[in-house]
C-alpha cells in the first residue's frame, strides 16, 4: 500500500483530477489561486455559520443581534431622497416556524444582483421594527446555496470559503470539491485510502496536545461543532508557524556553519576607555546588548544582530561600542544612516565622543596616532570625498558614518569589520545586503541593523527570526516624560498656538509638522509653505519661523537646520523630513497637523524629536475627531494610544492590532503566503511554541535528514523568491 499522501505531492496533483471540475470551474478556481490540491486543501473557510445557533425569527427580540437562515422572496431596489441607493430584499425563515423578515440595504446596489430570489443565506442582524414589520438594515450576508436545490449540507455548522464573486464560484461548490479530496484521501469506506501525511514528530504533537494532520483538515473544513474547528485550527497555525521557524532557524545554523566572518580582537583597551569616558554610565540594557555583541563578535561567524530600541534609547553609543571593537583589532567600522542630517548629526556626535582616542600606528614615531572619523554623503565636496576614499581603502580612516553614499562604485575599505544600518527599515534589502556583501571577496563584516520602530517580540521572531535580537527596553535616567495631548477642534487648537508663544518666550523652541501628503513631495512641500505662511501672518506672527520640507535643495535645508540648531529659528515648520534623527535638545514643543493621517510608529517617531533636554517637553496632536469617516474609529484608537502611552512597544502592540499583520510582512517576506490561519497577534503563544519546536528539530538534526517530509514541505512553502531573499537578507 503506498504511504500517506504529503503536502508535496497534494501540491502536484492539478484540481481537475476532481470530479465535476469542469472547464470553468477550473478557470475560476485558478483564478482564485487554486490550481492543485494542496491549494485547494489550505483554502479556509473564512467564518462558519453554526446552525446549532441560528435563531427563528420570530424568536429574536427588538433591538436583539442575532444570525438566522432565510430564503430571498423578492428583490427590489430604488433611489432615496437623498439620492442613496436602498435595496429592499423580502425573506421568509428557513428554521421551524418560518416567519418573515425584511432586510434593506443602503449604497450596497451590488446586492440587488447577489441576493436574487430562491437564494439561502444566513443574515447576521440586529432586529428592528419598521411599520410593524420585522427588518434588519445593513446586516452581514453569507450566501449559502442559490441553485434552488435546498441546503444540501446538513451538517450543523456551515463553512463559508472566501469566494470570488468575479470568478463565479461559490462557497457551497468549493466545499463540496474539498469534500471530495479529503474523501479521497481517507478513503470511501475509513482505512482504505492513503490518508494524510504528517510530518511533525509525534512527540511534538503531543507536547502541545495538537491533533494529526488529517483530522486538522477534516475539522477546518467540516467541523461537526465549533470545538473541533478549534482544535484544528491550532493544528495548522502550528504548522504554519513551525515551517516558518524551521525555515530560519534552519538558515541561521547554517551561515553560522558555513560563513567565515572576520574574529575580533574582543580584549582590546578601546571599548573599556570610551566606557569609562561617557559622561553617564551605560543603562542596564545598553550594558548587556553590549556584552551580547562584544560576545558575537569574537566568533568566527559573523554578528547578525538586530537592535531595537525606542527613540532616545541610547542606541548610538552601543554601536559605537561596536565599531570600536572593530577598530581596536586593526580593522575598520562603517555606520550607515538613512539621511544625511542624520548622517551628519552621527558624525558630529560619535567624533565628539572619540576625540582624543589614539590607535596604534607603527608607522609613526609615538606608534600611535589619534582615531580617525570620516563622513561621506553625496554632500561632501569632491576634493574631500576623494581624499576619505583614499584613506578608507589606505585604513588610514578608522570609522566612517555615512549615507548610501557609502555602497555606490568605488567605495574600498582597506578591511571593514563591522558594518552598523541605523533605522534599517528605512533602507531596501538590496542596499542593507551592499554593505554586507565586499566586492573584493573579503570576508563579510560583523552586521548590526538598528530600528526605533520596535516590533512585539513574538512578531519579530517571524519577521526576524534569522537575526539575533537585542532590546533596549529601558530609557536613561533623568527624562522627563514628554505629555501628549489630542486637540480637537478650534479652541483647542488655539491653546496650543497660546503655548507655542509661551515656550518661545521661555527661550524654547517647537516644531509643526505639516499634513503627510502619500506619494507626492510636491504637494507636501506646498502644503508646508502654506501652513508657514498662514502661521506667520497669524497665530505666530512676530516670532521666527523655518520651512524645512523635502522639495529645498541640500544647501537651504542645511542652512534651516543649522538656524533652528542654533536657536536662530524659534518654531520650525516641516514635513516628515524632520521624522528621523533630528536632535535639537532646547525645543520642547511638537505639533502634528491631522495627526490623524499619520500611523502610530510615524506619530511616535515625531514625537521623539522633543523630550531630548531637561525641559519638560508637549506634543500636540492636532485632528479634527472625523466622523462618517469610515477610519474614525481606528484613527481615534492609534490617537488616544500615542496620549496614553510613551512606549515604543506597547504602541506596537497596539499597532499590530489595529493594523493585523500584513503591513508587518510586508518588511520580510519569509513564510508570507504560508500564514494563512495564523494571526502573529492572536497566536502569540505558538509562536514561542513553533520557536522552541524548530529550533529542538533543527539543533537535533541541522539537516532535516531524518524530517524529509518537513523539509519538502518547508521548500515548498518558502518559495523560491523568499528563498533567494532570506539570502540576500
Ligand atoms: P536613539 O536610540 O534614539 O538613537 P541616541 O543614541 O540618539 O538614541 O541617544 C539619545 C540621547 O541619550 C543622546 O543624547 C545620548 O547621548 C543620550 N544617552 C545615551 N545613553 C545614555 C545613558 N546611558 N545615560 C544618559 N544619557 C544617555
Ligand atoms: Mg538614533
Known amino acids: 500500500m503506498s504511504p500517506p499522501i504529503t503536502l508535496a505531492e497534494f501540491s502536484s496533483m492539478p484540481v481537475t483530477k476532481l470530479k465535476g471540475v469542469s472547464d470553468r470551474k477550473a478557470k475560476a478556481l485558478a483564478e482564485m489561486g487554486i490550481t492543485s490540491l494542496a491549494d485547494l486543501l489550505t483554502h479556509y473557510p473564512r467564518r462558519y455559520v453554526d446552525r446549532s445557533r441560528e435563531a427563528s425569527i420570530d424568536e429574536l427580540e427588538r433591538d436583539e443581534q442575532g444570525l438566522v437562515l432565510v430564503r430571498i422572496t423578492s428583490v427590489t ?40 430570489p430562491g437564494i439561502e443565506a444566513a443574515v447576521f442582524g440586529k432586529l428592528e421594527y419598521f411599520r410593524g414589520q420585522r427588518q434588519m438594515t445593513n446586516p452581514v450576508v453569507d450566501v449559502i446555496r442559490d441553485d434552488g436545490a ?19 464560484l461559490n462557497t457551497w461548490e468549493l466545499a463540496a470539491l474539498v469534500e471530495e ?53 491550532r493544528r495548522l497555525v502550528f504548522d504554519e508557524l513551525l515551517r516558518v521557524q524551521v525555515a530560519l532557524v534552519a538558515r541561521k545554523r547554517h551561515l553560522e556553519a558555513t560563513t567565515r566572518g572576520v574574529t575580533h580582537t574582543t580584549d582590546g583597551p578601546l571599548v573599556e576607555r570610551f566606557r569609562e569616558r561617557l559622561p553617564f554610565p551605560l543603562t542596564r540594557a545598553q550594558q548587556k546588548a553590549v556584552d551580547r555583541i562584544v560576545d558575537d563578535l569574537g566568533r568566527r561567524y559573523p554578528m547578525h544582530r538586530l537592535l531595537q530600541g525606542d527613540v532616545g534609547a541610547g542606541k548610538t553609543v552601543v554601536a559605537v561600542a561596536a565599531l570600536l571593537v572593530a577598530v581596536q583589532g586593526g580593522h575598520q567600522g562603517a555606520l550607515m544612516a538613512p539621511t544625511e542630517v542624520l548622517a551628519e548629526q552621527h558624525h558630529i556626535g560619535i567624533a565628539e565622543l572619540l576625540a582624543g582616542f589614539t590607535v596604534g600606528d607603527e608607522a609613526t614615531l609615538m606608534g600611535e596616532r589619534p582615531l580617525r572619523v570620516a563622513l561621506l554623503t553625496n554632500r561632501v565636496a569632491a576634493a574631500e570625498r576623494r581624499r576619505v576614499l583614499a584613506d578608507l581603502a589606505g585604513g588610514a580612516v578608522d570609522i566612517v558614518v555615512g549615507t548610501h553614499a557609502l555602497i555606490q562604485e568605488g567605495v574600498d575599505f582597506a578591511s571593514l569589520g563591522v558594518a552598523v544600518i541605523d533605522e534599517q527599515h528605512r533602507f531596501g534589502v538590496e542596499q542593507r545586503a551592499a554593505l554586507r556583501d565586499r566586492p573584493d571577496g573579503s570576508p563579510p563584516p560583523d552586521v548590526l541593523v538598528m530600528t526605533a520602530t520596535p516590533i512585539p517580540r513574538t512578531a519579530a521572531m517571524t519577521v526576524y527570526g534569522d537575526l539575533d535580537v537585542s532590546i533596549l527596553d529601558e530609557l536613561p535616567p533623568g527624562r522627563t516624560p514628554i505629555v501628549t495631548r489630542w486637540a480637537r477642534g478650534e479652541a483647542e487648537e488655539e491653546s496650543v498656538w497660546a503655548q507655542v508663544r509661551d515656550e518661545v518666550a521661555q527661550g524654547r523652541q517647537a516644531y509643526v509638522v505639516c499634513p503627510l501628503i ?36 541640500a544647501p537651504q535645508k542645511e542652512e534651516v537646520m543649522a538656524d533652528f540648531r542654533a536657536g536662530r529659528l524659534d518654531v520650525l515648520v516641516a514635513t516628515t523630513v524632520i521624522e528621523v534623527g533630528v536632535d535639537v535638545p532646547n525645543a520642547t514643543v511638537m505639533i502634528v497637523l491631522d495627526a490623524d493621517r499619520f500611523g502610530i510608529a510615524q506619530l511616535h517617531q515625531l514625537r521623539g524629536r522633543v523630550g531630548r533636554g531637561a525641559h519638560a517637553s508637549t506634543c500636540w496632536l492636532v485632528s479634527e475627531p472625523g466622523d462618517g469617516d469610515e477610519d474614525a474609529g481606528d484613527s481615534s484608537a492609534r490617537l488616544s494610544a500615542l496620549v496614553e502611552t510613551t512606549d ?12 493585523g499583520e500584513g503591513t508587518l510582512m510586508g518588511e520580510r517576506q519569509t513564510g508570507r503566503n504560508d500564514l494563512k490561519l495564523a494571526s502573529l497577534r492572536r497566536d502569540k503563544e505558538w509562536v514561542l511554541h513553533a520557536r522552541e519546536a524548530a529550533s529542538d528539530i533543527v539543533d537535533d ?22 528563498a533567494e531573499f532570506l539570502l540576500k537578507s
Do not use: C
Not at 150 to 164: E, M
Not at 191 to 204: H, I, L, Q, S
Not at 518 to 535: K, V
Not at 701 to 722: G, K, N, Q, R
Open 701 to 722: 538534526d541541522p539537516s532535516l535528514s531524518s524530517h524529509p517530509d518537513l523539509a519538502a514541505e518547508v521548500e515548498l512553502i518558502v518559495a523560491e523568491e523568499d
Open 181 to 233: 479530496a479529503i474523501a479521497r484521501t481517507v478513503g470511501r469506506a475509513s482505512g482504505t485510502g492513503r490518508g494524510f501525511a504528517d510530518p511533525v514528530p509525534a512527540a511534538v504533537l503531543r507536547r502541545h496536545g495538537l491533533v494529526d494532520r488529517g483530522r486538522a483538515l477534516r475539522g477546518i473544513h467540516a467541523p461537526e461543532d465549533m470545538a473541533a474547528q478549534q482544535e484544528a485550527r
Open 150 to 168: 435546498g441546503s444540501q449540507r446538513t451538517g450543523r455548522i456551515v463553512p463559508i470559503y472566501p469566494q470570488s464573486e468575479k470568478a463565479g
Open 518 to 553: 502619500e506619494e507626492s513631495d510636491r504637494l507636501e512641500a506646498r502644503s508646508a509653505e502654506e501652513t508657514h505662511d498662514r502661521l506667520t501672518a497669524g497665530e505666530l506672527a512676530g516670532l521666527r519661523v523655518g520651512l524645512l520640507h523635502g522639495r529645498l535643495k
Open 648 to 659: 515604543g512597544f506597547k504602541l506596537a502592540e497596539v499597532d499590530l492590532d489595529l493594523r
Open 77 to 116: 431596489s430604488r433611489r432615496t431622497r437623498n439620492r442613496r441607493t436602498m435595496v429592499l430584499v423580502e425573506a421568509a425563515g428557513l428554521a421551524e416556524g418560518g416567519g418573515r423578515l425584511r432586510l434593506t440595504f443602503f449604497n450596497q446596489p451590488w446586492r440587488e444582483r447577489q441576493l436574487r
